[in-house]
């Protein structure tokens, strides 16, 4: 299977000739070629979940907004209708109250921050999997250890479903060898399948920093069959201010129904 980690780049209206309109048909076209299985958004903002729903025939995707209100940034998760069957899902806040709508880590940004997680069955298959996708905060290097802490601690933890394959996806707003990633160490069975990557942040190569931020990181009886960027850019229009990361996954674990 596809499976895919998108930062789409919130529609702040002052990215030029990368505006989001401008941005959209090549969107579409580069879905519509590639065919992904999961698509995992980050920057969804709530007039863009509308319009990927509109959009991406194939897909249902499910969501939430980061805000007390429930509106603001989604991390949406796509996924194909023909072959993907929902079985369960779940927004937490990254937060030491992850119940509680907009709530936050001492010492992080403005910004709540929040996981989408969701359960599959693939049709095809009968293979079943959790999906965990998140966009880490971008000021608090405190809250980002605990979020991704928090991540790996519940869906390790959760077994209704079984010992089934778990894919976290998302932008972590660090690289892979800053301190507070080190928390993958506490969990060695999860393995970064991103980390030689290399740069995935760009900023449209306008003298922004570039950076390695975009992770797709699995546990279980999972094999990397092969890894790409997506850095189709026509005429300096890009698909976002980051690169999508594509990884083929083969899930080898038993079905729901052969346990």
């Given at each position: 299977?596809?499976?895919?980690?998108?930062?789409?780049?919130?529609?702040?209206?002052?990215?030029?000739?990368?505006?989001?309109?401008?941005?959209?048909?090549?969107?579409?076209?580069?879905?519509?070629?590639?065919?992904?299985?999961?698509?995992?958004?980050?920057?969804?903002?709530?007039?863009?979940?509308?319009?990927?729903?509109?959009?991406?025939?194939?897909?249902?995707?499910?969501?939430?907004?980061?805000?007390?209100?429930?509106?603001?940034?989604?991390?949406?998760?796509?996924?194909?209708?023909?072959?993907?069957?929902?079985?369960?899902?779940?927004?937490y806040w990254l937060s030491e109250t992850p119940?509680?709508?907009?709530?936050?880590?001492?010492?992080?940004?403005?910004?709540?921050?929040?996981?989408?997680?969701?359960?599959?069955?693939?049709?095809?298959?009968?293979?079943?999997?959790?999906?965990?996708?998140?966009?880490?905060?971008?000021?608090?290097?405190?809250?980002?250890?605990?979020?991704?802490?928090?991540?790996?601690?519940?869906?390790?933890?959760?077994?209704?479903?079984?010992?089934?394959?778990?894919?976290?996806?998302?932008?972590?707003?660090?690289?892979?060898?800053?301190?507070?990633?080190?928390?993958?160490?506490?969990?060695?069975?999860?393995?970064?399948?991103?980390?030689?990557?290399?740069?995935?942040?760009?900023?449209?190569?306008?003298?922004?920093?570039?950076?390695?931020?975009?992770?797709?990181?699995?546990?279980?009886?999972?094999?990397?069959?092969?890894?790409?960027?997506?850095?189709?850019?026509?005429?300096?229009?890009?698909?976002?201010?980051?690169?999508?990361?594509?990884?083929?996954?083969?899930?080898?674990?038993?079905?729901?129904?052969?346990?």
């Open positions: 299977m596809k499976f895919v980690t998108f930062n789409i780049r919130y529609d702040c209206g002052y990215d030029g000739e990368n505006n989001f309109e401008f941005r959209k048909p090549l969107i579409l076209q580069k879905i519509a070629q590639e065919k992904p299985d999961i698509l995992c958004f980050q920057e969804v903002l709530p007039h863009v979940a509308v319009w990927l729903k509109e959009n991406l025939d194939d897909y249902y995707i499910v969501g939430c907004g980061r805000s007390v209100s429930l509106r603001d940034e989604q991390s949406a998760i796509a996924y194909r209708k023909e072959r993907m069957n929902l079985m369960k899902m779940d927004t119940t509680a709508p907009g709530s936050r880590y001492p010492g992080q940004s403005d910004c709540p921050r929040i996981c989408t997680e969701a359960v599959f069955e693939d049709m095809r298959t009968r293979q079943v999997f959790r999906v965990a996708n998140a966009h880490l905060d971008n000021a608090g290097q405190l809250a980002r250890k605990l979020a991704l802490e928090q991540i790996l601690k519940k869906v390790a933890a959760d077994t209704f479903f079984g010992d089934v394959p778990i894919i976290v996806t998302g932008d972590f707003n660090m690289e892979p060898d800053w301190e507070e990633m080190q928390v993958l160490k506490e969990y060695p069975e999860f393995v970064n399948q991103t980390e030689q990557i290399g740069v995935t942040y760009h900023g449209y190569w306008k003298g922004d920093e570039q950076s390695s931020i975009d992770f797709i990181i699995t546990r279980g009886a999972v094999r990397c069959e092969q890894l790409d960027k997506w850095t189709d850019q026509r005429e300096g229009l890009y698909l976002s201010d980051h690169y999508p990361v594509c990884a083929e996954l083969v899930l080898e674990n038993q079905s729901l129904g052969e346990r």
